[in-house]
T-cell receptor, first 113, second 113 residues
Framework: DTAVSQTPKYLVTQMGNDKSIKCEQN?????MYWYKQDSKKFLKIMFSYNNKELIINETVPNRFSPKSPDKAHLNLHINSLELGDSAVYFCASVDRDRNSPLHFGNGTRLTVT | AQSVTQPDIHITVSEGASLELRCNYS??????LFWYVQSPGQGLQLLLKYFSGDTLVQGIKGFEAEFKRSQSSFNLRKPSVHWSDAAEYFC???????????FGTGTRLTIIP
């Protein structure tokens, strides 16, 4: 029944590793996002995809690469993890044409040691 | 610069007391306006939204917000808070003609008995 689901919920890894976070929505929305929430709770948009096409790419390092195999999925792959990547990453989705509000997943807490 | 501001980082309120959380925006045209709540360790839940029309908007959990164009504000209110309202509250905007939901820095609400 979960509308926007992210896996894993927690991710602890060492610097230099490569990791992925997965996101799936079953709401039939056409647009999906990744947001990063830092230790001060500030939420910043990273990427947005509409029907598998990248439409927003904020100034995010190239080590972050989103991939959308279909409009229900938006995964985030991070190469060469750094300490500063530690944060909570939220996936969200929306039906852009209906101006509906974003629906958020419960977040993935990434800790880089 | 275009922005959304929440002036209060942390507010403490007694249970049963009234609450007002402030939100100001600076955009040329009236954006779409939202309030989200984040409970500890959870994702973001939409409380209410304003697109157009009646400037007093009712949301879930007994919250309401009033849009005041002259003050560029969208303050969140609740007449009587409950201990379960303790959370982080985010004001967010989607500028007119833009795709991007931009968040304020959040206000942490603490409820005391």
């Amino acid at each position: 029944d979960t509308a926007v689901s992210q896996t894993p919920k927690y991710l602890v890894t060492q610097m230099g590793n490569d990791k992925s976070i997965k996101c799936e929505q079953n709401l039939g929305h056409d647009t999906m996002y990744w947001y990063k929430q830092d230790s001060k709770k500030f939420l910043k948009i990273m990427f947005s995809y509409n029907n598998k096409e990248l439409i927003i790419n904020e100034t995010v390092p190239n080590r972050f690469s989103p991939k959308s195999p279909d409009k229900a999925h938006l995964n985030l792959h991070i190469n060469s993890l750094e300490l500063g990547d530690s944060a909570v990453y939220f996936c969200a989705s929306v039906d852009r044409d209906r101006n509906s509000p974003l629906h958020f997943g419960n977040g993935t807490r990434l800790t880089v040691t | 610069a275009q922005s959304v501001t929440q002036p209060d980082i942390h507010i403490t309120v007694s249970e049963g007391a009234s609450l007002e959380l402030r939100c100001n925006y600076s955009y040329g045209a009236t954006p779409y306006l939202f309030w989200y709540v984040q409970s500890p360790g959870q994702g973001l839940q939409l409380l209410l939204k304003y697109f157009s029309g009646d400037t007093l908007v009712q949301g879930i959990k007994g919250f309401e917000a009033e849009f005041k164009r002259s003050q560029s504000s969208f303050n969140l209110r609740k007449p009587s808070v409950h201990w379960s309202d303790a959370a982080e509250y985010f004001c967010a905007v989607v500028p007119f003609g833009n795709e991007k939901l931009t968040f304020g820095t959040g206000t942490r609400l603490t409820i005391i008995p």
